[in-house]
Protein backbone atom coordinates (compact mmCIF):
# COMPACT_ATOMS: atom_id res chain seq x y z
CA UNK A 1 0.00 0.00 0.00
CA UNK A 2 1.23 3.72 -1.08
CA UNK A 3 2.06 5.43 2.11
CA UNK A 4 0.65 9.55 1.65
CA UNK A 5 3.83 11.22 0.34
CA UNK A 6 3.87 9.03 -2.45
CA UNK A 7 0.35 9.25 -3.45
CA UNK A 8 1.24 12.80 -3.68
CA UNK A 9 4.27 12.55 -6.11
CA UNK A 10 2.22 10.45 -8.40
CA UNK A 11 -0.40 12.75 -8.06
CA UNK A 12 1.95 15.93 -8.58
CA UNK A 13 3.76 14.05 -11.79
CA UNK A 14 0.23 13.46 -13.27
CA UNK A 15 -1.41 16.51 -13.12
CA UNK A 16 1.96 18.37 -13.93
CA UNK A 17 2.28 16.52 -17.33
CA UNK A 18 -1.18 17.18 -18.11
CA UNK A 19 -0.11 21.10 -17.37
CA UNK A 20 2.66 20.27 -20.00
CA UNK A 21 0.02 20.67 -22.65
CA UNK A 22 -0.94 24.25 -21.44
CA UNK A 23 2.84 25.86 -21.63
CA UNK A 24 3.56 27.73 -24.63
CA UNK A 25 7.03 28.00 -25.63
CA UNK A 26 8.11 30.90 -27.04
CA UNK A 27 5.97 32.96 -24.16
CA UNK A 28 6.90 30.76 -21.89
CA UNK A 29 3.62 31.34 -20.09
CA UNK A 30 1.02 28.85 -19.07
CA UNK A 31 -2.35 29.06 -20.56
CA UNK A 32 -5.32 28.81 -19.13
CA UNK A 33 -8.51 26.58 -19.73
CA UNK A 34 -10.02 29.23 -21.51
CA UNK A 35 -7.02 30.33 -23.36
CA UNK A 36 -6.20 33.39 -21.62
CA UNK A 37 -3.26 33.89 -19.09
CA UNK A 38 -3.23 35.02 -15.58
CA UNK A 39 0.14 36.01 -13.90
CA UNK A 40 -0.11 33.05 -11.57
CA UNK A 41 -0.67 31.11 -14.07
CA UNK A 42 3.43 31.20 -13.61
CA UNK A 43 3.54 29.50 -10.00
CA UNK A 44 3.16 26.39 -12.56
CA UNK A 45 7.37 26.38 -12.40
CA UNK A 46 7.29 25.73 -8.70
CA UNK A 47 6.16 22.03 -9.09
CA UNK A 48 7.84 21.75 -12.14
CA UNK A 49 10.89 22.59 -10.79
CA UNK A 50 10.65 20.07 -7.77
CA UNK A 51 9.76 17.43 -9.80
CA UNK A 52 13.08 18.24 -11.96
CA UNK A 53 15.15 18.21 -8.31
CA UNK A 54 13.58 15.77 -6.53
CA UNK A 55 14.78 11.95 -6.81
CA UNK A 56 12.28 9.28 -5.65
CA UNK A 57 11.34 6.27 -6.59
CA UNK A 58 8.52 7.17 -8.44
CA UNK A 59 9.34 10.57 -10.27
CA UNK A 60 10.44 9.67 -13.69
CA UNK A 61 10.74 13.63 -14.30
CA UNK A 62 13.73 13.90 -12.02
CA UNK A 63 16.65 16.15 -13.97
CA UNK A 64 14.36 15.79 -16.97
CA UNK A 65 16.06 18.29 -19.62
CA UNK A 66 12.65 19.17 -21.01
CA UNK A 67 11.09 20.15 -17.99
CA UNK A 68 14.28 22.07 -16.47
CA UNK A 69 13.55 24.01 -20.09
CA UNK A 70 10.01 24.78 -19.18
CA UNK A 71 11.29 26.02 -15.96
CA UNK A 72 13.51 28.61 -17.52
CA UNK A 73 11.23 30.10 -19.61
CA UNK A 74 8.61 29.71 -17.51
CA UNK A 75 10.68 31.87 -14.99
CA UNK A 76 11.90 34.05 -17.78
CA UNK A 77 8.20 34.96 -18.16
CA UNK A 78 8.08 36.58 -15.11
CA UNK A 79 11.17 38.33 -15.30
CA UNK A 80 10.49 39.81 -18.74
CA UNK A 81 7.30 41.60 -17.53
CA UNK A 82 9.01 43.17 -14.02
CA UNK A 83 9.39 47.43 -14.20
CA UNK A 84 12.46 48.55 -12.74
CA UNK A 85 11.02 48.21 -9.53
CA UNK A 86 10.67 44.70 -9.23
CA UNK A 87 6.82 44.42 -9.97
CA UNK A 88 4.75 42.65 -12.47
CA UNK A 89 1.32 43.19 -13.99
CA UNK A 90 -2.24 41.80 -11.77
CA UNK A 91 -3.62 39.91 -15.21
CA UNK A 92 -6.41 38.02 -14.28
CA UNK A 93 -7.32 35.47 -17.34
CA UNK A 94 -10.87 37.08 -18.00
CA UNK A 95 -8.25 39.76 -19.73
CA UNK A 96 -8.73 41.99 -16.74
CA UNK A 97 -5.96 44.14 -15.23
CA UNK A 98 -5.60 44.96 -11.69
CA UNK A 99 -2.38 47.37 -11.97
CA UNK A 100 1.15 46.32 -11.05
CA UNK A 101 1.96 44.57 -7.88
CA UNK A 102 4.89 42.61 -5.87
CA UNK A 103 2.10 39.24 -7.01
CA UNK A 104 2.47 37.13 -3.68
CA UNK A 105 2.15 33.84 -4.70
CA UNK A 106 3.93 34.22 -7.85
CA UNK A 107 6.95 35.90 -6.38
CA UNK A 108 7.13 33.23 -3.74
CA UNK A 109 7.05 30.35 -6.35
CA UNK A 110 9.88 31.53 -7.82
CA UNK A 111 11.63 31.87 -5.21
CA UNK A 112 11.50 28.51 -4.87
CA UNK A 113 11.59 26.97 -8.15
CA UNK A 114 15.12 29.05 -8.15
CA UNK A 115 16.19 27.83 -4.73
CA UNK A 116 15.14 23.78 -6.16
CA UNK A 117 17.18 24.54 -9.96
CA UNK A 118 19.59 27.09 -9.32
CA UNK A 119 22.76 24.70 -10.22
CA UNK A 120 21.07 23.41 -13.04
CA UNK A 121 20.11 26.84 -14.77
CA UNK A 122 22.78 28.36 -16.99
CA UNK A 123 25.19 30.83 -15.43
CA UNK A 124 23.10 33.97 -17.27
CA UNK A 125 19.83 32.79 -16.58
CA UNK A 126 20.67 32.30 -12.23
CA UNK A 127 22.31 35.51 -12.46
CA UNK A 128 18.98 37.33 -13.91
CA UNK A 129 16.67 35.30 -11.94
CA UNK A 130 18.53 36.45 -8.28
CA UNK A 131 18.71 40.18 -9.88
CA UNK A 132 15.15 39.90 -10.56
CA UNK A 133 14.15 37.90 -7.17
CA UNK A 134 16.23 40.04 -5.16
CA UNK A 135 14.82 43.23 -6.68
CA UNK A 136 10.64 42.40 -6.00
CA UNK A 137 11.73 41.26 -2.51
CA UNK A 138 13.91 44.35 -1.54
CA UNK A 139 10.24 46.23 -2.36
CA UNK A 140 8.31 43.74 -0.53
CA UNK A 141 10.62 44.83 2.37
CA UNK A 142 10.06 48.22 1.85
CA UNK A 143 6.39 47.57 1.72
CA UNK A 144 6.57 45.15 4.99
CA UNK A 145 7.38 47.88 6.76
CA UNK A 146 4.32 50.00 6.49
CA UNK A 147 1.81 46.86 6.30
CA UNK A 148 -0.44 46.05 8.93
CA UNK A 149 -1.41 42.24 9.46
CA UNK A 150 -3.41 40.66 6.67
CA UNK A 151 -3.34 37.63 4.43
CA UNK A 152 -0.81 38.83 2.00
CA UNK A 153 1.71 40.63 4.28
CA UNK A 154 1.49 37.25 6.45
CA UNK A 155 2.57 35.41 2.92
CA UNK A 156 4.80 37.91 1.87
CA UNK A 157 7.01 37.88 5.29
CA UNK A 158 6.79 34.15 5.08
CA UNK A 159 8.34 33.95 1.41
CA UNK A 160 10.89 37.33 2.77
CA UNK A 161 12.10 35.25 5.31
CA UNK A 162 13.20 32.47 2.98
CA UNK A 163 14.74 35.35 0.44
CA UNK A 164 16.71 36.02 3.40
CA UNK A 165 18.60 32.92 3.42
CA UNK A 166 18.77 32.33 -0.18
CA UNK A 167 20.34 35.87 -0.36
CA UNK A 168 22.24 36.14 3.24
CA UNK A 169 20.16 39.06 3.96
CA UNK A 170 20.01 38.85 8.18
CA UNK A 171 17.56 41.85 8.10
CA UNK A 172 14.97 40.39 5.92
CA UNK A 173 15.46 37.29 8.24
CA UNK A 174 14.53 39.30 11.35
CA UNK A 175 11.98 41.43 10.21
CA UNK A 176 9.98 38.59 8.95
CA UNK A 177 10.24 36.39 11.81
CA UNK A 178 8.97 39.59 14.37
CA UNK A 179 5.85 40.09 11.68
CA UNK A 180 5.04 36.45 11.64
CA UNK A 181 4.63 36.60 15.27
CA UNK A 182 2.99 39.69 15.36
CA UNK A 183 0.14 37.79 12.60
CA UNK A 184 0.36 34.32 15.14
CA UNK A 185 -0.36 36.71 18.19
CA UNK A 186 -3.25 38.70 16.29
CA UNK A 187 -5.16 35.77 16.06
CA UNK A 188 -8.54 35.60 17.37
CA UNK A 189 -9.03 33.19 19.79
CA UNK A 190 -11.55 30.99 18.21
CA UNK A 191 -8.94 30.11 15.52
CA UNK A 192 -9.18 32.58 12.82
CA UNK A 193 -7.85 36.20 11.00
CA UNK A 194 -10.40 38.57 11.22
CA UNK A 195 -11.37 39.76 7.97
CA UNK A 196 -14.05 42.45 8.03
CA UNK A 197 -14.64 41.84 11.46
CA UNK A 198 -15.30 37.89 11.57
CA UNK A 199 -13.72 34.87 10.24
CA UNK A 200 -13.01 33.39 6.58
CA UNK A 201 -12.55 29.98 5.84
CA UNK A 202 -10.61 30.73 2.63
CA UNK A 203 -8.58 33.29 3.58
CA UNK A 204 -7.82 31.71 6.72
CA UNK A 205 -5.75 29.39 4.87
CA UNK A 206 -3.41 31.63 3.60
CA UNK A 207 -2.01 32.68 7.05
CA UNK A 208 -1.90 29.15 7.87
CA UNK A 209 -0.11 28.05 5.05
CA UNK A 210 2.30 31.15 5.55
CA UNK A 211 3.14 29.86 9.30
CA UNK A 212 3.16 26.71 8.26
CA UNK A 213 5.76 27.23 5.36
CA UNK A 214 8.22 29.54 8.06
CA UNK A 215 7.79 27.46 10.91
CA UNK A 216 9.28 24.34 8.49
CA UNK A 217 12.03 27.14 7.89
CA UNK A 218 12.89 28.75 10.70
CA UNK A 219 11.39 25.91 13.48
CA UNK A 220 10.10 28.86 15.71
CA UNK A 221 7.62 27.56 18.20
CA UNK A 222 5.87 30.95 18.88
CA UNK A 223 3.41 29.74 15.63
CA UNK A 224 2.41 26.82 16.80
CA UNK A 225 -0.41 27.57 19.38
CA UNK A 226 -2.22 29.79 16.74
CA UNK A 227 -1.69 26.67 14.08
CA UNK A 228 -3.25 24.22 16.88
CA UNK A 229 -6.19 26.60 17.03
CA UNK A 230 -6.43 27.36 13.60
CA UNK A 231 -6.38 23.38 12.79
CA UNK A 232 -9.59 22.76 15.36
CA UNK A 233 -11.23 25.72 13.54
CA UNK A 234 -10.69 24.37 10.16
CA UNK A 235 -11.94 20.55 11.34
CA UNK A 236 -15.18 22.29 11.96
CA UNK A 237 -15.95 24.31 8.81
CA UNK A 238 -14.56 22.13 6.67
CA UNK A 239 -17.91 19.87 4.64
CA UNK A 240 -17.33 16.28 4.73
CA UNK A 241 -15.78 15.93 1.43
CA UNK A 242 -13.35 18.38 1.85
CA UNK A 243 -14.75 21.53 0.72
CA UNK A 244 -15.34 24.55 2.89
CA UNK A 245 -18.10 25.58 4.90
CA UNK A 246 -18.58 29.15 3.45
CA UNK A 247 -21.60 29.58 5.87
CA UNK A 248 -19.11 31.74 8.11
CA UNK A 249 -17.29 33.21 5.41
CA UNK A 250 -17.59 36.61 5.18
CA UNK A 251 -15.88 37.22 1.96
CA UNK A 252 -15.95 33.71 -0.34
CA UNK A 253 -18.87 31.97 -1.81
CA UNK A 254 -19.17 28.42 -1.73
CA UNK A 255 -17.40 26.50 -4.24
CA UNK A 256 -17.00 22.66 -4.76
CA UNK A 257 -13.07 22.18 -5.23
CA UNK A 258 -10.57 21.46 -2.51
CA UNK A 259 -8.50 24.25 -1.23
CA UNK A 260 -4.90 22.69 -0.91
CA UNK A 261 -3.63 25.35 1.16
CA UNK A 262 -3.60 25.68 4.54
CA UNK A 263 -1.91 21.87 4.95
CA UNK A 264 1.47 22.81 5.47
CA UNK A 265 0.31 25.00 8.85
CA UNK A 266 -2.18 21.79 9.87
CA UNK A 267 0.98 19.34 8.95
CA UNK A 268 2.98 21.05 11.89
CA UNK A 269 0.59 20.42 14.71
CA UNK A 270 -0.49 17.36 16.18
CA UNK A 271 -4.29 18.07 16.11
CA UNK A 272 -3.89 18.64 12.30
CA UNK A 273 -1.89 15.74 11.22
CA UNK A 274 -4.88 13.34 10.54
CA UNK A 275 -6.73 16.53 9.00
CA UNK A 276 -4.36 17.56 6.73
CA UNK A 277 -4.58 13.63 5.22
CA UNK A 278 -8.27 13.83 5.33
CA UNK A 279 -8.04 16.59 2.92
CA UNK A 280 -5.16 15.24 0.81
CA UNK A 281 -7.16 12.38 -0.02
CA UNK A 282 -10.38 14.45 -0.84
CA UNK A 283 -8.36 16.13 -3.11
CA UNK A 284 -6.70 13.00 -4.52
CA UNK A 285 -10.12 11.97 -5.61
CA UNK A 286 -11.27 15.30 -7.37
CA UNK A 287 -10.17 16.15 -11.28
CA UNK A 288 -9.07 19.80 -12.24
CA UNK A 289 -6.46 19.99 -9.44
CA UNK A 290 -3.71 22.16 -11.80
CA UNK A 291 -4.44 25.34 -10.16
CA UNK A 292 -3.47 23.28 -6.55
CA UNK A 293 0.07 22.24 -7.80
CA UNK A 294 2.22 25.18 -6.37
CA UNK A 295 0.41 24.49 -2.74
CA UNK A 296 0.81 20.38 -3.25
CA UNK A 297 4.50 20.92 -4.46
CA UNK A 298 5.23 22.42 -0.91
CA UNK A 299 2.88 20.25 1.02
CA UNK A 300 5.41 17.40 -0.94
CA UNK A 301 8.65 18.95 -0.23
CA UNK A 302 8.01 18.92 3.97
CA UNK A 303 5.60 16.23 4.02
CA UNK A 304 6.58 14.18 7.00
CA UNK A 305 7.84 10.58 7.05
CA UNK A 306 6.35 9.32 10.04
CA UNK A 307 2.41 8.41 9.98
CA UNK A 308 -0.34 11.03 11.10
CA UNK A 309 -2.32 10.15 14.31
CA UNK A 310 -5.67 8.65 14.11
CA UNK A 311 -8.63 11.06 14.72
CA UNK A 312 -11.76 11.21 14.85
CA UNK A 313 -12.77 13.84 12.76
CA UNK A 314 -16.57 15.47 12.48
CA UNK A 315 -16.31 15.06 8.50
CA UNK A 316 -15.87 10.82 9.03
CA UNK A 317 -18.14 10.79 12.25
CA UNK A 318 -21.65 9.23 11.69
CA UNK A 319 -23.08 11.44 14.94
CA UNK A 320 -22.02 14.43 16.11
CA UNK A 321 -23.75 17.75 17.16
CA UNK A 322 -22.35 20.90 19.12
CA UNK A 323 -20.99 24.35 19.11
CA UNK A 324 -17.49 25.93 18.22
CA UNK A 325 -16.90 28.87 20.70
CA UNK A 326 -20.70 29.54 20.90
CA UNK A 327 -20.43 31.40 17.54
CA UNK A 328 -21.86 28.47 15.89
CA UNK A 329 -23.82 24.99 16.00
CA UNK A 330 -23.02 22.11 13.92
CA UNK A 331 -24.55 18.93 13.39
CA UNK A 332 -23.16 15.30 11.17
CA UNK A 333 -26.00 12.85 11.43
CA UNK A 334 -27.48 10.90 8.71
CA UNK A 335 -25.16 11.75 6.06
CA UNK A 336 -26.10 15.67 6.72
CA UNK A 337 -23.46 17.80 8.05
CA UNK A 338 -25.62 21.18 8.68
CA UNK A 339 -24.06 24.43 10.21
CA UNK A 340 -25.56 27.59 11.85
CA UNK A 341 -23.57 30.57 12.11
CA UNK A 342 -23.95 33.37 14.63
CA UNK A 343 -21.07 35.46 13.18
CA UNK A 344 -22.37 38.64 12.24
CA UNK A 345 -21.24 41.84 11.54
CA UNK A 346 -20.60 44.49 14.63
CA UNK A 347 -22.34 47.99 14.25
CA UNK A 348 -18.81 49.66 13.59
CA UNK A 349 -17.32 47.05 11.33
CA UNK A 350 -20.85 47.66 9.24
CA UNK A 351 -20.26 51.07 8.49
CA UNK A 352 -16.42 50.54 7.78
CA UNK A 353 -17.24 47.36 5.31
CA UNK A 354 -19.95 49.30 3.38
CA UNK A 355 -17.22 50.65 0.65
CA UNK A 356 -14.76 47.69 0.81
CA UNK A 357 -15.43 45.62 -2.07
CA UNK A 358 -14.03 42.24 -0.93
CA UNK A 359 -16.01 42.38 2.54
CA UNK A 360 -19.55 41.11 1.89
CA UNK A 361 -22.68 41.55 4.20
CA UNK A 362 -23.03 38.66 6.94
CA UNK A 363 -27.01 37.96 5.78
CA UNK A 364 -26.81 33.82 4.96
CA UNK A 365 -26.74 31.65 8.09
CA UNK A 366 -27.66 28.48 7.20
CA UNK A 367 -26.00 25.49 5.25
CA UNK A 368 -27.03 21.86 4.47
CA UNK A 369 -25.15 19.17 2.85
CA UNK A 370 -25.86 15.95 2.25
CA UNK A 371 -23.29 12.71 2.02
CA UNK A 372 -25.27 12.20 -1.58
CA UNK A 373 -25.92 15.32 -3.18
CA UNK A 374 -23.20 17.67 -1.33
CA UNK A 375 -24.99 21.33 -0.84
CA UNK A 376 -28.40 21.51 -0.75
CA UNK A 377 -28.95 25.01 1.12
CA UNK A 378 -26.05 27.63 0.77
CA UNK A 379 -23.96 29.83 -0.98
CA UNK A 380 -22.32 32.56 1.15
CA UNK A 381 -22.82 35.79 1.58
CA UNK A 382 -22.97 39.02 -0.81
CA UNK A 383 -22.87 42.81 -0.75
CA UNK A 384 -25.86 45.33 -0.38
CA UNK A 385 -28.28 42.92 -1.65
CA UNK A 386 -30.99 42.19 0.79
CA UNK A 387 -32.89 39.55 -1.09
CA UNK A 388 -29.65 37.56 -0.58
CA UNK A 389 -30.71 37.54 3.21
CA UNK A 390 -32.13 35.10 5.33
CA UNK A 391 -34.13 37.88 7.05
CA UNK A 392 -34.98 41.23 5.49
CA UNK A 393 -37.02 43.66 7.45
CA UNK A 394 -39.03 46.38 6.21
CA UNK A 395 -40.49 49.38 7.56
CA UNK A 396 -42.41 51.03 4.93
CA UNK A 397 -39.36 51.83 2.63
CA UNK A 398 -36.98 51.05 4.92
CA UNK A 399 -34.96 47.52 5.49
CA UNK A 400 -32.30 45.71 8.03
CA UNK A 401 -30.86 42.63 6.25
CA UNK A 402 -27.92 42.61 8.81
CA UNK A 403 -28.48 41.23 12.07
CA UNK A 404 -25.80 43.35 14.96
CA UNK A 405 -25.94 40.43 17.23
CA UNK A 406 -26.85 36.60 17.30
CA UNK A 407 -26.58 33.14 20.02
CA UNK A 408 -26.79 30.03 18.70
CA UNK A 409 -27.67 26.91 20.91
CA UNK A 410 -28.36 23.42 20.64
CA UNK A 411 -30.16 20.46 21.73
CA UNK A 412 -29.74 17.08 21.43
CA UNK A 413 -30.10 16.75 17.29
CA UNK A 414 -31.34 20.33 17.06
CA UNK A 415 -29.54 23.63 16.31
CA UNK A 416 -30.39 27.12 16.47
CA UNK A 417 -29.29 31.12 15.74
CA UNK A 418 -31.50 33.76 17.19
CA UNK A 419 -30.53 37.14 15.15
CA UNK A 420 -30.89 40.01 16.16
CA UNK A 421 -32.05 43.16 13.79
CA UNK A 422 -33.00 45.54 15.87
CA UNK A 423 -36.39 46.55 14.74
CA UNK A 424 -36.84 42.41 14.93
CA UNK A 425 -35.54 39.25 16.31
CA UNK A 426 -35.29 36.42 13.93
CA UNK A 427 -34.27 32.76 13.97
CA UNK A 428 -33.51 29.49 12.28
CA UNK A 429 -34.11 25.96 13.69
CA UNK A 430 -32.53 23.05 12.19
CA UNK A 431 -33.27 19.63 14.00
CA UNK A 432 -33.71 15.75 12.64
CA UNK A 433 -37.15 14.16 12.40
CA UNK A 434 -37.73 10.36 13.34
CA UNK A 435 -37.45 9.47 9.83
CA UNK A 436 -33.93 10.86 9.33
CA UNK A 437 -35.16 14.11 7.17
CA UNK A 438 -34.02 17.53 8.21
CA UNK A 439 -36.83 20.18 9.40
CA UNK A 440 -35.76 23.75 8.95
CA UNK A 441 -37.94 26.67 10.95
CA UNK A 442 -37.91 29.95 9.77
CA UNK A 443 -39.27 32.58 12.67
CA UNK A 444 -40.04 36.11 13.32
CA UNK A 445 -40.19 36.41 17.66
CA UNK A 446 -40.96 40.20 17.39
CA UNK A 447 -42.53 42.86 15.63
CA UNK A 448 -41.38 46.34 17.02
CA UNK A 449 -44.28 49.10 16.21
CA UNK A 450 -43.79 50.00 12.36
CA UNK A 451 -42.40 46.98 11.53
CA UNK A 452 -44.84 45.82 8.03
CA UNK A 453 -43.51 42.79 7.00
CA UNK A 454 -40.51 40.10 7.20
CA UNK A 455 -39.52 38.92 4.17
CA UNK A 456 -36.98 35.15 4.51
CA UNK A 457 -35.47 33.65 1.97
CA UNK A 458 -33.30 30.23 1.73
CA UNK A 459 -30.53 29.63 -0.98
CA UNK A 460 -31.02 26.30 -2.66
CA UNK A 461 -28.62 24.83 -5.33
CA UNK A 462 -30.47 23.54 -8.07
CA UNK A 463 -28.91 21.45 -10.80
CA UNK A 464 -30.87 19.04 -13.35
CA UNK A 465 -34.48 18.83 -13.43
CA UNK A 466 -37.00 20.35 -10.53
CA UNK A 467 -40.44 19.70 -10.56
CA UNK A 468 -43.60 21.14 -8.35
CA UNK A 469 -47.07 19.83 -9.03
CA UNK A 470 -48.06 22.56 -11.78
CA UNK A 471 -43.81 22.61 -13.45
CA UNK A 472 -41.16 21.19 -14.42
CA UNK A 473 -38.04 22.63 -15.59
CA UNK A 474 -34.28 22.19 -15.81
CA UNK A 475 -31.79 24.49 -13.36
CA UNK A 476 -29.98 26.26 -16.55
CA UNK A 477 -28.13 29.46 -15.14
CA UNK A 478 -29.35 31.20 -18.55
CA UNK A 479 -32.95 30.53 -18.52
CA UNK A 480 -34.95 32.46 -15.44
CA UNK A 481 -37.81 30.88 -13.47
CA UNK A 482 -40.31 31.84 -11.46
CA UNK A 483 -42.54 29.72 -9.02
CA UNK A 484 -45.44 30.45 -7.03
CA UNK A 485 -45.70 27.23 -4.83
CA UNK A 486 -48.16 26.07 -2.37
CA UNK A 487 -48.51 25.28 1.06
CA UNK A 488 -48.17 21.38 1.43
CA UNK A 489 -46.66 21.61 -1.88
CA UNK A 490 -43.27 20.02 -2.71
CA UNK A 491 -39.95 21.26 -4.95
CA UNK A 492 -38.03 18.33 -5.78
CA UNK A 493 -35.10 17.54 -7.85
CA UNK A 494 -33.11 14.44 -8.61
CA UNK A 495 -31.65 13.94 -5.25
CA UNK A 496 -33.91 15.65 -2.64
CA UNK A 497 -37.39 16.81 -1.78
CA UNK A 498 -38.39 20.06 0.08
CA UNK A 499 -42.12 20.32 1.33
CA UNK A 500 -43.48 23.32 2.78
CA UNK A 501 -45.97 23.00 5.50
CA UNK A 502 -47.98 25.73 6.72
CA UNK A 503 -47.41 29.00 3.91
CA UNK A 504 -46.99 29.38 0.31
CA UNK A 505 -43.52 30.62 -0.65
CA UNK A 506 -42.10 32.15 -4.31
CA UNK A 507 -38.77 30.09 -5.67
CA UNK A 508 -36.50 32.43 -7.87
CA UNK A 509 -34.54 30.99 -10.34
CA UNK A 510 -31.45 31.81 -10.68
CA UNK A 511 -30.39 34.49 -8.53
CA UNK A 512 -26.35 36.08 -8.34
CA UNK A 513 -25.32 37.34 -6.07
CA UNK A 514 -22.55 40.26 -5.74
CA UNK A 515 -19.27 39.07 -7.47
CA UNK A 516 -15.80 41.30 -6.01
CA UNK A 517 -13.50 39.27 -7.96
CA UNK A 518 -14.60 40.76 -10.97
CA UNK A 519 -14.56 44.34 -12.10
CA UNK A 520 -17.95 44.30 -12.98
CA UNK A 521 -19.02 42.26 -9.92
CA UNK A 522 -20.39 39.59 -12.33
CA UNK A 523 -20.97 36.26 -10.79
CA UNK A 524 -19.98 32.86 -12.95
CA UNK A 525 -23.02 30.29 -13.11
CA UNK A 526 -21.38 28.11 -10.43
CA UNK A 527 -22.53 30.97 -8.03
CA UNK A 528 -26.25 30.87 -9.30
CA UNK A 529 -28.87 29.87 -6.50
CA UNK A 530 -32.53 29.67 -6.66
CA UNK A 531 -33.98 31.78 -3.61
CA UNK A 532 -37.14 30.31 -2.01
CA UNK A 533 -38.85 33.37 -0.14
CA UNK A 534 -41.62 33.48 2.21
CA UNK A 535 -43.34 36.25 4.01
CA UNK A 536 -43.65 36.22 7.53
CA UNK A 537 -45.96 38.70 9.35
CA UNK A 538 -47.61 39.02 13.03
CA UNK A 539 -50.54 37.19 12.87
CA UNK A 540 -47.88 34.02 10.43
CA UNK A 541 -44.47 34.63 11.78
CA UNK A 542 -43.35 31.16 10.75
CA UNK A 543 -42.53 28.83 7.87
CA UNK A 544 -41.10 25.36 7.97
CA UNK A 545 -39.53 23.03 5.36
CA UNK A 546 -39.04 19.75 5.73
CA UNK A 547 -35.36 17.94 3.32
CA UNK A 548 -35.60 14.21 2.46
CA UNK A 549 -32.79 12.79 0.61
CA UNK A 550 -34.04 10.31 -2.32
CA UNK A 551 -32.41 7.65 -3.51
CA UNK A 552 -31.22 8.94 -7.06
CA UNK A 553 -28.20 9.54 -8.22
CA UNK A 554 -26.16 12.73 -7.93
CA UNK A 555 -25.78 14.58 -10.44
Not at 164 to 178: D, R
Request: charged share 25%; hydrophobic share 35%.
Amino acid sequence: MKNMKTKLVDLLIKEATHKMSSFQQNSGQFLSDNNGWAMTNQDLIWPFALLYNKEHSRNSLYRSKKLLEIVKKGGNAILNVQDRDGKVPFIKDDGSSWGMIYMPWTMFHWLEAYSAVNGSLDRRTGESWKQGLYKAYAGIYRELKKASVHNIPAWNAMALFKAGKIFNKPVWENFASAFIRRVADSMHYDGFWEEGGGPTTSYNLLYIHALGLYYHESRDTHVLDALEKAADFHKSFTYPDGTLAETVDGRVKYRNSINAAGIPGFLCVKNGRAFADFILKKLAERKNRGRHLPHLASIINIYPEDTAPQENLIQTSENYCGLFENRAAILRKNGYYICLSGYVNKTDDYIKNTENRWIQDRTSFISVWHDSCGQIIGGGNSKAQPLWANFTVWKNTWCAWCPHAARVSHKDSALSVLLDYGQAECSIRAYMTKYKNVKIVLKAHSFKQGISRILSSLLLNLTGEVRTKDCRFTADPDSSKTLHIKRSQSLETGQWILTLRNKKAVLFWPEYPFNPYAIDGKSPPEYSRARLSFTLSPDSPEAEITIKIKNGPYS
